[in-house]
């Protein structure tokens, strides 16, 4: 089971994401889950946040695995997707560890399904979505170990690649790329670690970056963790794997970023400000892009130039969300789009 200790990357969470479901009304102290689900599928979205009282919450879930028992002889794809928000109403709005023991309760009735993996391919399909959005979930709260947690049992049903002889498990790289990410976020969560874990991180990076659907993010990721050792020659390097057009766009400004910091060790300034003028042609407005541009031309000696780059970083859109903001959060930054296709699932 999931227990939460610390959420020491909540505020930088709250701060790269707009929250939506926020209603004022309190829901009446004896609401069950049973109602909050036939709200939620009548397509009341404000239906969870409504429960906006820690001790509500914490009532619902102690009489959560009654509740799941009952919801295993009728299964339905509303019913993840509603879990998934109902732990993250706990874990962002209310900041109730009671989430955390929720979101075990709700991983072990995802995995209890009648079909054994392997065997029904929509079914397959879904639980995928679920586990990838639970865990992006949790990586959105910088706790590692929580991760850790949470990919435990997923090492065993899921695999990177369909094992001989068959076996009934579900089939999908993504994990790979979690695996290694779980070690990048431990190594950022305490420096002091990141000569032992970067290098480990990095192992499991280039295990990731073998299969096409992680690879670039596993590229970029690890020629970050390069920079941040110091290795700035060899993250340059990493990123010339980046052979390929790449569809994600925060994954796209990442390794601009990273780029401009790989060369600005190396003291290629003119290359270092090519990339972070590229990082800005996909991302407009970027802050980080912009803050680096103002640092590197002051070292540069332009003061001018510099004070018209921070003079772009202040005008900035308030609507701009920068993507290196999401880089820490990893896949939370998928979390709306997966907990949508389980409603659509379930219409």
């Not at 998934?84 to 209310?94: K, N, S, W």
């Not at 695996?179 to 969560?189: G, M, T, V, W």
Request: charged share 25%; proline share 6%.
């Amino acid at each position: 089971m999931i227990t939460l200790l610390r959420w020491p990357g909540l505020l930088l969470l709250l701060s790269l994401v707009t929250l939506d479901g926020r209603a004022a009304t309190q829901q009446p102290a004896g609401v069950s889950l049973d109602e909050l689900l036939s709200q939620y599928e009548a397509g009341d979205r404000q239906a969870i946040a409504r429960v906006v009282s820690g001790r509500n919450y914490r009532v619902l879930v102690r009489n959560l695995n009654d509740t799941l028992s009952r919801w295993s002889r009728d299964r339905r794809p509303s019913q993840t997707a509603f879990l998934l928000e109902f732990v993250r109403t706990g874990v962002i709005d209310l900041k109730d560890d009671a989430a955390l023991k929720a979101l075990g309760a709700a991983q072990e009735f995802v995995m209890a399904r009648r079909d054994p993996p392997g065997r029904n391919p929509a079914q397959d399909d879904l639980e995928l979505t679920w586990h990838k959005a639970a865990v992006g979930l949790v990586q959105g709260l910088s706790a590692p170990m929580l991760v850790d947690d949470l990919l435990g049992p997923l090492r065993r049903r899921i695999v990177a690649t369909p094992p001989v002889p068959a076996r009934d498990v579900l089939v999908d790289p993504w994990i790979v790329l979690a695996d290694a990410i779980a070690l990048e976020q431990r190594a950022f969560a305490d420096p002091r670690t990141l000569p032992s874990e970067g290098p480990r991180a990095i192992r499991r990076f280039d295990d990731a970056a073998a299969f096409t659907g992680t690879r670039a993010e596993a590229i970029v990721r690890t020629s970050w963790l390069l920079v941040r050792l110091g290795q700035h020659a060899n993250a340059l390097a990493a990123l010339e794997g980046l052979r390929d057009p790449i569809d994600d766009r925060s994954v796209r400004c990442w390794s601009a970023l990273v780029r401009g910091r790989a060369l600005e060790g190396l003291d290629r300034a003119e290359a270092a400000t090519r990339a972070y003028e590229d990082a800005l042609v996909v991302a407009p407005h970027s802050q980080s892009a912009l803050a680096a541009l103002t640092a590197l031309e002051i070292r540069r000696g332009r003061p001018d130039v510099a004070v018209r780059r921070a003079a772009e970083a202040r005008q900035a859109p308030s609507s701009t969300v920068d993507p290196w903001l999401q880089y820490g959060s990893a896949d939370y930054r998928f979390f709306r789009e997966r907990v949508e296709r389980l409603r659509t699932a379930g219409r």
